[in-house]
């Protein structure tokens, strides 16, 4: 019974609890890039997000993204979160960092 009225409050209130970070898992290398794969965790299931860093002059220049995709395995979203990483380095190349903002999202 708790269930039910845990899903009728979350009605109520706006939804369901917010979402957490799945834990952080290695970086790859891409081009001389580095690439960390921070799924979220939304219930039951995982939304791709991540992270690409470039080092220039002694600072660490970084770039968020957070894409629709939710996998039921935590382990996919990691694996699709560094394709995804791939094919937004291969599209942007030099423009991915151009305008030396130290944080953005892509």
């Given at each position: 019974?708790?269930?039910?009225?845990?899903?009728?409050?979350?009605?109520?209130?706006?939804?369901?609890?917010?979402?957490?970070?799945?834990k952080?898992?290695?970086?790859?290398?891409?081009?001389?890039?580095?690439?960390?794969?921070?799924?979220?965790?939304e219930g039951?299931?995982?939304?791709?997000?991540?992270?690409?860093?470039?080092?220039?002059?002694?600072?660490?220049?970084?770039?968020?993204?957070i894409?629709?995709?939710?996998?039921?395995?935590?382990?996919?979203?990691?694996?699709?979160?560094?394709?995804k990483?791939?094919?937004?380095?291969?599209?942007?190349?030099?423009?991915?960092?151009?305008?030396?903002?130290?944080t953005?999202?892509?």
């Amino acid at each position: 019974m708790p269930s039910i009225f845990s899903k009728l409050l979350s009605v109520f209130s706006g939804g369901s609890a917010p979402a957490a970070p799945a834990k952080e898992r290695e970086p790859r290398e891409h081009e001389g890039l580095r690439v960390f794969a921070t799924p979220i965790r939304e219930g039951s299931q995982f939304r791709l997000a991540g992270r690409i860093e470039k080092d220039v002059d002694g600072e660490t220049l970084r770039r968020d993204f957070i894409r629709a995709d939710i996998f039921t395995s935590e382990d996919d979203a990691v694996e699709f979160t560094f394709r995804k990483a791939e094919q937004i380095i291969q599209q942007n190349r030099a423009s991915l960092f151009a305008d030396a903002v130290k944080t953005g999202n892509v």
